[in-house]
């Protein structure tokens, strides 16, 4: 079982930036994946940020530029950098996990992740 805890969000104008971390209980295995998603009010959970332990990622095309996902092993934390926020981006945001190795086209897939964080909100302002 591994569990995973968000913190950092908050309320930002737009333009502005936000880190958001995971800390984990640690991989238990030498294969995983791990993304970021987010959920507005109303929409389906989306795909944002996807990390793989061969260092790939990926990124949902309304981020590409503005957010960067990364990791600190020693610390056991994903982070989610997100620069030049809009609107667009308030949401619930979620990490989540995988013991898998997971395909480029299953990385922003939800479906395929088995452990999820409770959520931190973001809220842009314009």
């Known amino acids: 079982q591994m569990q995973l805890v968000e913190s950092g969000g908050g309320s930002v104008q737009a333009g502005g930036s936000l880190r958001l971390s995971c800390a984990h209980s640690?991989?238990?295995?030498?294969?995983?994946?791990v993304a970021w998603f987010r959920q507005a009010p109303g929409k389906k959970r989306e795909g944002v940020a996807g990390l793989r332990n061969t260092g790939t990622t990926q990124y949902a095309d309304s981020v590409k530029g503005r957010f960067i996902i990364s990791q600190d092993k020693a610390k056991n934390t994903l982070y989610l950098e997100m620069n030049t926020l809009k609107p667009e981006d308030t949401a619930m945001y979620y990490c989540?996990?995988?013991?898998?190795?997971?395909?480029?086209?299953?990385?922003?897939?939800?479906?395929?992740?088995?452990?999820w964080g409770q959520g931190t909100q973001v809220t842009v302002s314009s």
């Open positions: 989540a996990a995988d013991r898998r190795l997971l395909f480029s086209y299953q990385l922003l897939q939800e479906n395929y992740y088995n452990y």
């Open positions: 640690g991989y238990t295995s030498s294969t995983y994946s």
